[in-house]
T-cell receptor
Framework: DQQVKQNSPSLSVQEGRISILNCDYT??????FLWYKKYPAEGPTFLIS?????DKNEDGRFTVFLNKSAKHLSLHIVPSQPGDSAVYFC??????????FGTGTRLQVFP | GAGVSQSPRYKVAKRGQDVALRCDPI?????LFWYQQALGQGPEFLTY????????KSGLPSDRFFAERPEGSVSTLKIQRTQQEDSAVYLC?????????????FGNGTRLTVT
């Protein structure tokens, strides 16, 4: 039972444009959501998070949106840069429990 | 400062061998997690320590998997009688908080290949 789903395995975006990565979840008890970025042969690196009491959190070029009624969150990267090319994982936890990860979306930003 | 360190980076084991994977968390971090990442998948939870106490081992796939953190810092994940399905990247992560509402800091993982 996949509680956190990333239905797009890959995304290709031109440099300078917006990248939008999507994530859906099934567990209504989730109250903390994170995005991680992963380069090959490295561990995931924390990018941005949001708690369920908010619907938006912004950090520089990265913004995470949370729609609790739809059980959906998204990560917006604008403007996209070639260095953003990586695999992005959505993760969630409930009541300070362990993080549950999605299967990842591979983002490629081309010139 | 130093991040989470895992060793070895790569491990090849023959089926049936025992392996031990080491994790050095960030100094002072209370929480330590082990995750397993199969090819093309996201990390899957294995077990969690708060200091030396193993509070959750619900993700360990079988009794061949054992983890310890005896002094509340370094942790070892041991897999006995390895099987081909154990081939994966094993990720260790630590967090300064004793709760689950702060980001995890991951190591670069140990890639285990069982032949």
């Amino acid at each position: 039972d996949q509680q956190v789903k990333q239905n797009s395995p890959s995304l290709s975006v031109q440099e300078g444009r917006i990248s939008i990565l999507n994530c859906d979840y099934t567990n209504s008890m989730f109250d903390y959501f994170l995005w991680y970025k992963k380069y090959p042969a490295e561990g995931p690196t924390f990018l941005i998070s949001i708690s369920s009491i908010k619907d938006k959190n912004e950090d520089g070029r990265f913004t995470v949106f949370l729609n609790k009624s739809a059980k959906h969150l998204s990560l917006h990267i604008v403007p996209s840069q070639p260095g953003d090319s990586a695999v992005y994982f959505c993760a969630a936890s409930a009541n300070t429990d362990k993080l549950i990860f999605g299967t990842g979306t591979r983002l490629q930003v081309f010139p | 400062g130093a991040g989470v360190s895992q060793s070895p980076r790569y491990k090849v084991a023959k089926r049936g061998q025992d392996v031990a994977l080491r994790c050095d968390p960030i100094s002072g971090h209370v929480s330590l997690f082990w995750y397993q990442q199969a090819l093309g998948q996201g990390p899957e939870f294995l077990t969690y320590f708060q200091n030396e106490a193993q509070l959750d081992k619900s993700g360990l796939p079988s009794d061949r998997f054992f983890a310890e953190r005896p002094e509340g810092s370094v942790s070892t994940l041991k897999i006995q009688r390895t099987q081909q399905e154990d081939s994966a990247v094993y990720l260790c992560a630590s967090s300064p908080s004793g709760t689950g509402d702060s980001p995890l800091h991951f190591g670069n993982g140990t890639r285990l290949t069982v032949t």
